[in-house]
């Protein structure tokens, strides 16, 4: 398959995903009359003394008693217009806070052959790089950047693009342990979903544990098919290579449970009464995963599609789940609002300098 065929699919599929989204999600409340025995849902507004049925027929206020005697879902205005601001603007801060771990797991990944980095400096990298991740999918523009960072200090090319690939495969490890435990914890129903989280969490890191072996064994020799990962054998054939990989393991579960928690207190500002509760996490987890796939920058539409997919097996209708995801959206994004202040209060911001280049 072309490039640009490629391009083309991924395009149409977040189309058809952004479709799929406005369809299912209400803006306004849906409600019917359950006595009448009809459930065609009609769009509603709340206005002083009643309520406005907008009907196809068009438009029809009824009293603020004959309102209360309709059944009804929310829509997404009402779910924003019900949020807790102060919850939300806490969770803004604790997302801030919890950036400055993913920086520490890199560093984890960057400390071989003595090689020191500043956390500080690797969390303004990984705060600049995110910008990338606004414009271009799956943070390919980000990652770009900061393998440049890194080989401006000291660090060879092919062992900082393998840091980027193994800091993926350990998030993608942790966060799939962590949401199927929980999951499991909360009594969460076995679904081909929760497989797949059980298959990430086993084989990814086995699959590492592999190529670590192989790596010490015969990492100087041709290794056929698995030359594709010469990048990723090398960096496990250096010394410190198993701790620093153990160490990243460890922040890299503090940095799940960080985005997990976060996720659940979107859906407490926002009012939600999840009916099963294990499967806002494992729900979130594969959102958060689909995000990372290519299609529109920051997954929009795919993402979107997953939140109100999954979250409703959680019991969260699909209105709120959409108001979760675009929350954690606009998290993200006051997030890159700081990575671009951090660009422009550098005393130095051209780009050589910006990258780590002395």
């Not at 640009?4 to 803006?27: E, H, N, T």
């Not at 797949?196 to 056929?224: E, T």
Request: aromatic share 8%.
């Amino acid at each position: 398959m072309s490039v640009k065929l490629r391009k083309v699919l991924l395009g149409l599929l977040a189309v058809l995903a952004l479709s799929m989204v406005a369809y299912a999600v209400p803006f306004r409340e849906r409600c019917y009359d359950k006595v009448v025995g009809v459930s065609t849902l009609a769009s509603v507004s709340r206005v002083n003394g009643g309520c406005v049925l907008h009907l196809r027929s068009g438009e029809v206020t009824i009293t603020t008693d004959a309102c209360a005697k309709l059944t009804c879902q929310p829509g997404l205005l009402l779910v924003v217009q019900r949020a807790n601001v102060p919850s939300l603007l806490a969770l803004v801060l604790a997302y801030l806070g919890a950036t400055a771990l993913y920086a520490f797991r890199w560093r984890a990944l960057l400390a071989v052959d003595d090689v020191k980095l500043s956390a500080f400096e690797l969390w303004r990298v990984s705060t600049l790089a995110q910008m990338g991740g606004v414009l271009l999918p799956g943070g390919v523009g980000g990652d770009a950047l900061r393998i440049i960072y890194a080989k401006g200090r000291g660090v060879p090319t092919g062992i900082a693009a393998a840091t980027i690939v193994v800091d993926r495969f350990i998030g993608l490890t942790t966060l799939s342990v962590l949401a199927l435990g929980l999951a499991l914890t909360m009594a969460a129903p076995w679904s081909p979903i929760l497989t797949v989280l059980a298959g990430i969490a086993v084989g990814v890191p086995l699959a590492l544990a592999v190529l670590l072996w192989v790596a010490r064994k015969w990492g100087d020799q041709p290794l056929g098919w698995l030359e594709r990962l010469r990048t990723v054998v090398d960096y496990f054939r250096t010394e410190h290579a198993p701790l620093r990989v153990a160490q990243a393991f460890a922040w890299s579960f503090v940095v799940s449970s960080s985005q997990l928690l976060i996720v659940r207190g979107i859906v407490v500002a926002l009012g939600e009464r999840p009916l099963v509760e294990g499967w806002v996490y494992a729900g979130s987890a594969i959102s958060m995963m689909v995000s990372a796939l290519p299609g529109l920058p920051q997954g929009w539409g795919t993402t979107d599609a997953a939140y109100v997919y999954f979250l409703d097996k959680a019991g969260i209708a699909a209105a709120g789940a959409l108001a979760v995801c675009l929350s954690y959206r606009m998290l993200y994004y006051t997030y890159v609002l700081v990575a671009v202040a951090l660009h422009a209060l550098a005393q130095n911001p051209r780009s050589g300098e910006v990258l780590g280049k002395e």
